[in-house]
């Protein structure tokens, strides 16, 4: 979905400029005031935010590790585990479609094109993103909450068995 929606709107805003290059096409509003479709690769060699601009191959192999430990995650997660097993693989599929960018793009970039802003309550700007983006984010807020949820459940089992434990007074 990733690669798709790249393809899609890099080359719907390539029709809409023709003979711009990347960084010279015009955005598209899809909800004025709200979202444009928006090119942001150039320079958009770091992570989240503009970070580590300067550390491209070592966020690549940090990437790439990260990858091999979610296909070991993914493997190890029992078949019966299916939200834990869908959170990983949007993080993992996430992690892929950047890492296919930072791989096939000349300047290892990655291609963001969701821009989203607005002036209610006030006025606010949130940094361009891509599906990729989005399945990481989704993934580990799911993983999180998973975890959380885990825990939690551990921690009222320990609870309940050391209540069980203790005799009564009397």
Not at 81 to 90: G, H
Not at 91 to 96: E, I, K
Request: some cysteine; aromatic content about 12%; charged content about 20%.
């Amino acid at each position: 979905l990733d690669l798709w929606s790249k393809a899609a709107v890099f080359g719907f805003l390539a029709e809409r400029s023709p003979g711009a290059d990347e960084a010279r096409r015009a955005p598209h509003l899809v909800f004025d005031g709200a979202l444009r479709f928006e090119l942001v690769c150039w320079g958009n060699t770091g992570t989240i935010w503009g970070l580590f601009q300067d550390g491209t191959v070592v966020l690549m192999v940090l990437r790439c590790c990260a990858v091999l430990g979610l296909f070991w995650f993914v493997r190890a997660t029992s078949r019966q585990a299916k939200l834990q097993l869908f959170v990983l693989s949007l993080v993992l599929a996430g992690a892929l479609g950047n890492l296919y960018d930072n791989f096939v793009r000349a300047d290892r970039s990655v291609r963001d094109f969701l821009h989203f802003s607005g002036t209610w309550p006030m006025a606010w700007d949130f940094p361009a993103f891509n599906v990729a983006d989005s399945c990481i984010t989704v993934g580990a807020i799911g993983l999180f909450l998973l975890l959380w949820r885990e825990d939690s459940r551990a921690a009222k089992a320990k609870a309940l068995a050391a209540a069980a434990g203790r005799k009564p007074a009397g």
